[in-house]
T-cell receptor, first 115, second 114 residues
């Protein structure tokens, strides 16, 4: 069965500092990995995805994520955090080897960026 | 604008009073899905639909019904709501369920059952 873990409920960083939001996954086949962000009173918005190819994926709003197959991780990163990045972040995984499988979400990590 | 529209956005109701949360998308997507979001549990899938007249249970379907009579609409029905269905609900759609398809989410419907 596929699963995804976000080990930190909350991440606090100061504006201008680099940020990392962690995600690890478990699938039997090739992982299709996604990051979504949820701002207050809004639906989830797509940030980036890894399907195949370059392990470093660049997405919206200056975010990027690094796929690490040996560590089964897909951590979200940004070189310089903004206060406006404060939101709830979800990692999600799908088993690419099995057509029609559901997208499984982690429990979410709240990112708080202080000025 | 490509979007998923949910209504109502906020609803307070009482136990046992049937309600429907509507969901409509204007992207001609085949796949639609309902999720509920609860603190500490993330998003859990309730029901999904691969196409018109094709629906299936997700991880937490108990107490819910859905229908897909038209491609654009996927209403969520609570026949007899209970307090444990108090939650934030999201409808989402994509071109197909599988592969690298990105889900487009609605803005959410916050439901409180007293």
């Amino acid at each position: 069965a596929q699963s995804v873990a976000q080990p930190e409920d909350q991440v606090n960083v100061a504006e201008g500092n680099p940020l990392t939001v962690k995600c690890t996954y478990s699938v039997s086949g090739n992982p299709y990995l996604f990051w979504y962000v949820q701002y207050p009173n809004r639906g989830l918005q797509f940030l980036l995805k890894y399907i195949t190819g370059d392990n470093l994926v660049k997405g919206s709003y200056g975010f990027e994520a690094e796929f690490n197959k040996s560590q089964t991780s897909f951590h979200l990163k940004k070189p310089s955090a903004l206060v406006s990045d404060s939101a709830l972040y979800f990692c999600a995984v799908r088993d690419g080897a099995q057509a029609g499988t559901a997208l499984i979400f982690g429990k979410g990590t709240t990112l708080s960026v202080s000025s | 604008e490509a979007q998923v529209t949910q209504n109502p956005r906020y609803l307070i109701t009482v136990t046992g009073k049937k309600l429907t949360v509507t969901c409509s998308q204007n992207m001609n997507h085949e796949y639609m899905s309902w999720y509920r979001q609860d603190p500490g549990l993330g998003l859990r899938q309730i029901y999904y639909s691969m196409n018109v007249e094709v629906t299936d249970k997700g991880d937490v379907p108990e107490g819910y019904k859905v229908s897909r009579k038209e491609k654009r609409n996927f209403p969520l029905i609570l026949e007899s709501p209970s307090p444990n269905q108090t939650s934030l609900y999201f409808c989402a759609s994509s071109e197909r369920r599988s592969g690298a398809n990105v889900l487009t989410f609605g803005a959410g419907s916050r439901l409180t059952v007293l």
